[in-house]
């Protein structure tokens, strides 16, 4: 099964969640088919490797929450590390704590100081890719660490909004540009 398929098949949108006027994108039925969901989990890993199929970056870090369902599984693909980016006040380690602008405030996003090393290559993975600021805001953690992001991947770009400009030149793949 071909991952863009999947999506167009099994991602439903939901009106006026979780607010009225939002058009929420639900994975669960594409993360409850084995196929589809496995069909994904490899073209998102395909963002970290190279054209001979060999992994290219040492960790993969996921945004809470959905982010971490796709990007555990990506990492697993690839064989690295998995580490995960958290709201403010949920990792119990030393972090590193950013602050970025929602469409109605501020948030904190954080990620263990040791959970990166110094030197890696990271992949980022999430759902969807809207306005680009907590992209941007894993970015800025992961570059805290002292590692470089390598490349970013979701499974869907909100092609209205301006998520591609507001992450800046990383490499981007969606697999599905709606």
Known sequence: MAAGAALERLVRDVADFPQPGIVFKDITPLLA?????????????AAGRDEAGRPVVDKVV??????????????LDLGVGFVP??????LPGETHAVAYALEYGEAVLEVHRDGIQPGERVLVIDDVLATGG??????????????????MA?????????????????????????
């Open 154 to 178: 979701f499974l869907m770009e909100l092609s209205f909004l301006p998520g591609r400009a507001t992450v800046g030149e990383v490499p981007l793949t969606a697999l599905a540009v709606i």
């Open 85 to 90: 980016v958290r709201k403010a006040g949920k």
């Open 62 to 75: 996921g945004m809470e929450a959905r982010g971490f369902i796709l990007a555990a599984p990506v990492a």
């Open 134 to 151: 907590t992209a941007r805001a894993t970015a800025d953690l992961v570059r805290a660490c002292g590692a470089t992001v390598s490349a």
């Open 33 to 45: 088919d084995h196929a589809a969901f496995q069909a994904v989990v490899t073209a998102l890993a």
